[in-house]
């Protein structure tokens, strides 16, 4: 389980600077540490809105194409899922599985 979230959390953080590289937002900015937020910002929005699509499309029962399109987008087609546990050492076998 550690491979998806993993690819979920770098993928919408490089698609946000990708976004912000080629749509130019951030580079009026003087200051590195605030483009690097403004890329934060668009990886945040981007992680946001393609998540909530996949989870409407889950709830509403959405076409298994838009499930499979918008995980990929966001790094892995389908969202982790993890057993509840308070056990730490089978938290630990479940990310590495």
């Known amino acids: 389980?550690?491979?998806?979230?993993?690819?979920?959390t770098v993928v919408p953080l490089v698609?946000?600077?990708?976004?912000?590289a080629?749509?130019?937002?951030?580079?009026?900015?003087?200051?590195d540490v605030a483009q690097t937020?403004?890329?934060f910002a668009v990886a945040g929005v981007y992680y946001?809105?393609?998540?909530?699509?996949?989870?409407a499309a889950e709830k509403f029962g959405g076409p298994v194409?838009?499930?499979g399109a918008v995980g990929a987008l966001l790094g892995y087609a389908q969202p982790p899922r993890y057993k509840s546990t308070d056990d730490v050492a089978e938290l630990l076998r479940?990310?590495?599985s």
């Open 15 to 20: 698609a946000g600077w990708i976004l912000v």
């Open 1 to 8: 389980m550690l491979l998806p979230s993993l690819l979920r």
């Open 48 to 55: 946001l809105v393609f998540r909530l699509v996949e989870r």
């Open 65 to 67: 194409w838009l499930k």
């Open 22 to 31: 080629l749509t130019g937002l951030g580079f009026s900015l003087e200051s």
């Open 94 to 96: 479940q990310s590495r």
């Open 37 to 39: 937020g403004v890329a």
